[in-house]
């Protein structure tokens, strides 16, 4: 029997105590809540409740060897649970609260629940008011993955939310459109030079600024973020990811549409958008700003598949910045069907 789902609103910025108090409630009784970061909207159980977190991987369809991120209030959560290595506490200094998860070694008897078995642990401090209302009222550690299905794009908004997991969470929080829209920057600090395992808007720029070179992740032995090798972000239309010039990519956009036989859509960039006026096209953003971008990517992703979009051809940008991060996504969102041009 699928349960009901509550629904609230909240300020995302000045957070009624007593809508805090009710999740954190269902919280501490090893309910689900689906809460608004900066980043996606988070699926949180209290990390040290087993069956909650087992929970969140049903509700998901999450295999279980992906790890969940566990989300604090305080700086020196970070203590409390991991053995930080220097530069690991630098990472937290300058970019916490905020968009950055940061991989350390766990610290012995801490609950690993969520951590797929590995002997490490995934920390964020988010800067969203509402979630870290949530975490300290409910006095636990929270995991929480992006609150969507499993290989669904990651939620933006509380209706996508809605959308994968009414019937199956205790409550949603409903803070409005989530500023960033794309997963936080995770680092792997737990070897000799910080490791970008997943790209976002803290840049690989903005961490070598503090540390030179970055390491390139381990490829050998067990896979660093194993959520990464799933399938990720597709909405149920087939993504085609194009690459190169800006100009040659509308060509061959252009090209590819003309001889595709299902219902093909583009997602576009504002520069290239009104070449496509004779196919339907969503667009993403302005090329010289990939933040934003990022912001609307997951929920025009979304929006195809209320079009009806059998084929998406998606516009590739420049992977600098916030760029590298919107790349990512599409290459997962392509499984691999990508048409490269040139430059
Ligand atoms: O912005 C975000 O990070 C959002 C919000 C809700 O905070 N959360 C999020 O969680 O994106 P999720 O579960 O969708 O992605 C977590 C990523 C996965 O790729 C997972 O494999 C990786 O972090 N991860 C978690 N624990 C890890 C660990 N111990 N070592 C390496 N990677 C880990
Ligand atoms: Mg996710």
Redesign the pocket.
């Known amino acids: 029997m699928a349960m009901k789902t509550i629904l609230r609103r909240i300020d995302p910025q000045n957070p009624d105590p007593s809508v805090i108090g009710e999740a954190a409630s269902a919280i501490r009784s090893g309910g689900l809540v689906a809460f608004p970061?900066e980043?996606?909207?988070?699926?949180g159980a209290d990390a040290s409740n087993e069956a909650a977190v087992a929970k969140i991987f049903e509700a998901k369809g999450r295999p279980g060897d992906?790890?969940?991120?566990v989300?604090v209030s305080r700086k020196e959560d970070l203590r409390a649970l991991a053995l930080p290595s220097n530069y690991a506490l630098d990472l937290a200094d300058a970019f916490w609260p905020g968009?950055l998860?940061i991989?350390a070694k766990r610290k012995a008897g801490v609950a690993a629940f969520?951590?797929?078995g590995?002997g490490?642990?995934?920390v964020?401090l988010?800067s969203s008011p509402v979630?870290l209302a949530l975490i300290e009222a409910s006095g636990a550690f929270i995991c929480?993955?992006?609150?969507n299905s499993s290989t669904k794009p990651?939620p933006t908004c509380a209706s996508h939310v809605m959308q994968d997991l009414d019937g199956k969470i205790e409550m949603v929080l409903d803070g409005g459109q989530a500023s960033l829209g794309l997963?936080?920057t995770?680092v792997?600090a737990t070897g000799p030079a910080p490791a970008i395992?997943?790209p976002?808007f803290i840049t690989r720029e903005m961490i070598e600024e503090l540390f030179g070179r970055l390491a390139k992740p381990d490829a050998t032995g067990p896979p660093?973020?194993?959520?990464?090798k799933y399938a990720h972000y597709a909405p149920k239309a087939r993504v085609v990811l194009v690459t190169g010039d800006a100009e040659k990519i509308a060509q061959k956009i252009l090209e590819l549409a003309q001889g595709c036989m299902e219902k093909a859509m583009v997602l576009a960039t504002s520069q290239n958008a009104s070449r496509y006026a004779g196919l339907g096209f969503l667009v993403a953003g302005d090329r010289s700003d990939p933040g934003a971008i990022g912001a609307s990517l997951f929920s025009k992703l979304r929006e195809f598949d209320e079009m009806g979009a059998e084929v998406v051809f998606a516009e590739g940008i420049e992977e600098t910045g916030v760029g590298e991060a919107v790349m990512n996504r599409l290459r997962k969102a392509s499984a691999g069907r990508i048409v490269e041009v040139g430059v």
């Open positions: 970061t980043t996606v909207y988070g699926l992906n790890p969940l991120i989300h968009p998860t991989v969520g951590c797929g590995l490490t642990i995934a964020r988010p979630a929480a993955p992006s609150a990651s997963e936080s995770v792997d395992l997943r976002g660093k973020a194993p959520g990464m």
